[in-house]
Each structure stands twice: as structure tokens, then as C-alpha cells.
């Protein structure tokens, strides 16, 4: 084993035994520490940046961008062929499914003019598949890989012209449990998925040739251990049109504000059991608010590490994600999130998807989702009528 993997390993071994204190200490950190080191990292992000002078939602292509989200894919491809056989490959990123829940998303009555637009033009309510997952590459035990979760939502029943031609009737929305993307840029990114490959992941934080030890900070934040997938908050961590000429971030902040507590001897898929224990006793809601952009510089479209400041633009809630009660069984949740495919261009124009990250991900995530259904037999699918399930 090379002196970087053990380096790393090491690493990753001292996180491990943070996350099983992590419970005690994280409720009083969070109440005292947690905003002034984020304010504090932000400022440091923020200070080296210079002024693009762009517009409000106006983007601007990094140098050899289409080249670079070509590479990403293909390094993530070669990721997913190595470490999976065929039949039992999984996505290289948002890996260990937690549950694949029926929902209803409610677009709220009465938004004032400039929040309706796309799905949020008029009171409505779509039908909903929702993911829950654990961050990847692997779906190790989830108290080894728990501290950002990700979800992603996709509504049904959406009419119009639609940004990829694969699906006619979704809109899907994406985001992680953390403010900020754990990369600024695709020339970033790129470096990091070459580490993931070599098994060196948090090498690519602390490499002194490229060091982003900001970066490492604002996603040692927000790495907790989880209770639940359904107490976390979920940012989307990059920009989205709200109508022409206006970029939104956006969130989904779990309503209920009660937490439950981490087993002291986790199963391996505690927090599996955690959605379909709680789904089977109630609903749940999450409140989706969007924050608008507000300053081009101090809310940047193409640098996914700075943090949209909420003093220029607070978040208002637009709409309610309803998860109905259910059961969750374990081989239909598994089968259908074979057969779904989210991506952040799944969607209208309106919410057209902005900055280079996200461009990106729409080859990227293409060419994952092909991969993973060609390697498993199934198929890429989407309701065949608008609002039906199957």
C-alpha cells in the first residue's frame, strides 16, 4: 500500500471514531460553533476571489469546460466498471439507496410575481418519487459513510418542453446535506475523482500542490452522524433559473424539528430502518423554500463553494414535500431506484440548471445512468402517462 493510501486511511479512521462520539458533542457545537467557523471559512473563500463582473444568473464556461465534464464521466466510469460486477452496479455518487418514497410536492398559493415561474407558476400539486442516499462512492455501513446525505426528488405530471428529451412529464430537483459542493469548479472536481480512483479521496484536500482545506472544512461542518435521512437539510449547493434572467438556490428543510437518537451499536442500515420505521407510523413534510439571487459577485453562479449569505437574500418557503405513510419494502425500493434516473435537467426551462458544475452534469450523469442500467438490465424508465407511477 503506497504512503498516500495509509495517509488516508488513517485519516478516514480518525473520522470514523469521531462519528461515534459525534452524537454528544455535535448538538452543542452546532448552537455555538458552527456559524462563526462557517462565516469565518466563507470569508477566507471569498477573499481570494476576484469580481467576474457578470450578471444576475449570467454564466460564464470555464476553459476547456466540455472536455472536462467528458473526463469527469469517464473517470467515474472507470470507477463503476472496476468496482462492480455486472448486475450489481450502483451509481459512483449518492450510492447506498436509504429508501425510494411515494410523496406529494404542493405548490404553495398566493407567491408573489417574481417566484412564479416553471412549476411555481400556479397552486398545484404533482406526485413524487423522492431517493434518499448516502454520499459514495461505496455502501459501506452507514456508520462509516453517513455525514452528507443527499436527495433527490422527482415530480410528476410536469407538462411542457423539457430540457432532455428522455423523460416528458418530471421535473426533478437535487441537493445534499450541506450549504456548499464539495468541489468549486469541474477543473476541481476532476482532480478529485482522480483520487477517488486511487483510493486517496482526502488527498485531494490536503495535497499542498492544490491544498482546498476550506473546502474540507465547510464539508466537516455539515458531516454528522445521522439519525435519519428525514431530519437532515437538503441544499442544492448550485444555482437554477427561477424564470428568465433570475438564478435560485433552493432547500428542503424538514419540518418537523425533533431528532431521534443514533443506536450506540448501529446496524449496518440503520438509517434504512430509520425512513421505513418513521414512514410507517406518519406522513412527513419538508418545507422547499428557494433563495433568490440578490448580488452576481457575493452569490456566485460559478464557484459552488461559496455559500449564497442569507442577510441578501433570505429563503422563502414555496411549496411542501409531503411523504405519505408507508411501507417501505426492501426489494421494490430497490428495483425502482435501478430503474429511475435523477438529473437536474430533467426539468423545464425555467429551471434551467446554471454554472459549470451543473452543466457538467448533464453528460455526466447521462453517461452514469446508462452505464449503471446497461451493466444491471434495467432499462431507464419514467411514468408512461402523466402522474401514473409505473
Given at each position: 500500500?503506497?504512503?498516500?493510501?495509509?495517509?488516508?486511511?488513517?485519516?478516514?479512521?480518525?473520522?470514523?471514531?469521531?462519528?461515534?462520539?459525534?452524537?454528544?458533542?455535535?448538538?452543542?457545537?452546532?448552537?455555538?460553533?458552527?456559524?462563526?467557523?462557517?462565516?469565518?471559512?466563507?470569508?477566507?473563500?471569498?477573499?481570494?476571489?476576484?469580481?467576474?463582473?457578470?450578471?444576475?444568473?449570467?454564466?460564464?464556461?470555464?476553459?476547456?469546460?466540455?472536455?472536462?465534464a467528458e473526463a469527469i464521466a469517464q473517470q467515474m466510469a472507470r470507477?463503476?466498471?472496476?468496482?462492480?460486477?455486472?448486475?450489481?452496479?450502483?451509481?459512483?455518487?449518492?450510492?447506498?439507496?436509504?429508501?425510494?418514497?411515494?410523496?406529494?410536492?404542493?405548490?404553495?398559493?398566493?407567491?408573489?410575481?417574481?417566484?412564479?415561474?416553471?412549476?411555481?407558476?400556479?397552486?398545484?400539486?404533482?406526485?413524487?418519487?423522492?431517493?434518499?442516499?448516502?454520499?459514495?462512492?461505496?455502501?459501506?455501513?452507514?456508520?462509516?459513510?453517513?455525514?452528507?446525505?443527499?436527495?433527490?426528488?422527482?415530480?410528476?405530471?410536469?407538462?411542457?418542453?423539457?430540457?432532455?428529451?428522455?423523460?416528458?412529464?418530471?421535473?426533478?430537483?437535487?441537493?445534499?446535506?450541506?450549504?456548499?459542493?464539495?468541489?468549486?469548479?469541474?477543473?476541481?472536481?476532476?482532480?478529485?475523482?482522480?483520487?477517488?480512483?486511487?483510493?486517496?479521496?482526502?488527498?485531494?484536500?490536503?495535497?499542498?500542490?492544490?491544498?482546498?482545506?476550506?473546502?474540507?472544512?465547510?464539508?466537516?461542518?455539515?458531516?454528522?452522524?445521522?439519525?435519519?435521512?428525514?431530519?437532515?437539510?437538503?441544499?442544492?449547493?448550485?444555482?437554477?433559473?427561477?424564470?428568465?434572467?433570475?438564478?435560485?438556490?433552493?432547500?428542503?428543510?424538514?419540518?418537523?424539528?425533533?431528532?431521534?437518537?443514533?443506536?450506540?451499536?448501529?446496524?449496518?442500515?440503520?438509517?434504512?430502518?430509520?425512513?421505513?420505521?418513521?414512514?410507517?407510523?406518519?406522513?412527513?413534510?419538508?418545507?422547499?423554500?428557494?433563495?433568490?439571487?440578490?448580488?452576481?459577485?457575493?452569490?456566485?453562479?460559478?464557484?459552488?463553494?461559496?455559500?449564497?449569505?442569507?442577510?441578501?437574500?433570505?429563503?422563502?418557503?414555496?411549496?411542501?414535500?409531503?411523504?405519505?405513510?408507508?411501507?417501505?419494502?426492501?426489494?421494490?425500493?430497490?428495483?425502482?431506484?435501478?430503474?429511475?434516473?435523477?438529473?437536474?435537467?430533467?426539468?423545464?426551462?425555467?429551471?434551467?440548471?446554471?454554472?459549470?458544475?451543473?452543466?457538467?452534469?448533464?453528460?455526466?450523469y447521462l453517461q452514469l445512468a446508462r452505464l449503471r442500467q446497461a451493466?444491471?438490465?434495467?432499462?431507464?424508465?419514467?411514468?408512461?402517462?402523466?402522474?401514473?407511477?409505473?
Open positions: 500500500m503506497s504512503a498516500g493510501r495509509r495517509l488516508n486511511d488513517a485519516v478516514l479512521g480518525g473520522v470514523l471514531l469521531e462519528r461515534r462520539i459525534d452524537p454528544y458533542v455535535r448538538p452543542l457545537f452546532d448552537r455555538t460553533l458552527l456559524r462563526p467557523v462557517q462565516a469565518a471559512v466563507q470569508w477566507c473563500i471569498n477573499v481570494r476571489r476576484r469580481d467576474e463582473h457578470l450578471g444576475l444568473a449570467e454564466e460564464r464556461a470555464v476553459p476547456g469546460e466540455a472536455a472536462l470507477f463503476v466498471r472496476r468496482q462492480y460486477r455486472p448486475g450489481e452496479s450502483q451509481r459512483a455518487g449518492n450510492t447506498k439507496t436509504y429508501g425510494v418514497v411515494h410523496a406529494e410536492f404542493t405548490v404553495r398559493d398566493g407567491l408573489p410575481a417574481r417566484l412564479r415561474h416553471g412549476v411555481f407558476r400556479a397552486p398545484a400539486t404533482y406526485r413524487a418519487w423522492v431517493r434518499f442516499a448516502g454520499p459514495g462512492p461505496l455502501a459501506p455501513p452507514d456508520i462509516k459513510d453517513n455525514g452528507i446525505l443527499s436527495i433527490g426528488v422527482k415530480l410528476l405530471g410536469v407538462g411542457g418542453e423539457k430540457l432532455l428529451d428522455d423523460e416528458r412529464w418530471t421535473q426533478d430537483f437535487t441537493g445534499i446535506s450541506a450549504p456548499a459542493f464539495t468541489t468549486p469548479d469541474v477543473v476541481e472536481n476532476l482532480r478529485l475523482q482522480q483520487h477517488v480512483f486511487a483510493g486517496t479521496p482526502v488527498l485531494y484536500f490536503l495535497d499542498p500542490r492544490h491544498p482546498h482545506l476550506c473546502d474540507m472544512i465547510m464539508q466537516g461542518l455539515y458531516a454528522k452522524t445521522r439519525s435519519s435521512p428525514l431530519e437532515a437539510r437538503y441544499w442544492s449547493c448550485t444555482p437554477y433559473l427561477l424564470g428568465a434572467g433570475q438564478a435560485m438556490q433552493y432547500s428542503f428543510v424538514p419540518r418537523d424539528g425533533t431528532r431521534s437518537r443514533v443506536p450506540w451499536h448501529p446496524p449496518d442500515d440503520y438509517l434504512r430502518q430509520a425512513l421505513a420505521a418513521a414512514l410507517r407510523e406518519r406522513d412527513v413534510y419538508f418545507d422547499f423554500l428557494v433563495q433568490v439571487q440578490s448580488d452576481a459577485h457575493r452569490m456566485p453562479v460559478e464557484n459552488a463553494s461559496v455559500v449564497w449569505p442569507e442577510r441578501l437574500s433570505p429563503f422563502v418557503p414555496v411549496a411542501t414535500l409531503r411523504l405519505l405513510r408507508q411501507e417501505c419494502d426492501p426489494a421494490d425500493q430497490f428495483a425502482r431506484a435501478d430503474r429511475l434516473s435523477f438529473n437536474p435537467w430533467h426539468a423545464v426551462p425555467e429551471h434551467r440548471p446554471l454554472g459549470n458544475q451543473n452543466r457538467a452534469r448533464r453528460t455526466i451493466m444491471n438490465g434495467t432499462p431507464h424508465q419514467e411514468p408512461e402517462e402523466p402522474g401514473e407511477e409505473e
